[in-house]
Nanobody, 120 residues
């Protein structure tokens, strides 16, 4: 079992910045990839960025490339999402996800979400 706690959301003006955090606890050694997703009102949940636990390979949605940076600190089991030059279309609830593997079984865990609102 893995528990994820998201934080860092808030209200920011267009062009501003926020940094989201996701702290993992429990069987963190089973995590092989962590991902930020977001869901705007009336829309489906979409992938924002992902990073592998080993090697740190990253992947970004086209809409956030050059503006968002995903990173992780394995020593403190924390995932980050640095969001710069925020736009109104970035407004959504952001969720942290952990993909795990243990004894050949795959797992999927989610944080509770943190609201990001970009508005003047």
């Amino acid at each position: 079992q893995v528990r994820l706690v998201d934080s860092g959301g808030g209200l920011v003006q267009p062009g501003g910045s926020l940094r989201l955090s996701c702290v993992a606890s429990g069987s963190t050694s089973s995590i092989y990839r962590m991902t930020w997703y977001r869901q705007a009102p009336g829309k489906e949940r979409e992938l924002v960025a992902s990073i592998t636990r080993v090697g740190g390979s990253t992947n970004y949605a086209d809409s956030v490339k050059g503006r968002f940076t995903i990173s992780r600190d394995n020593a403190v089991n924390t995932l980050y999402l640095q969001m710069n030059n925020l736009k109104s279309e970035d407004t959504a609830v952001y969720y942290c996800n952990a993909a795990t593997t243990r004894w050949g079984l795959l797992g999927d865990y989610w944080g509770q979400g943190t609201q990001v609102t970009v508005s003047s």
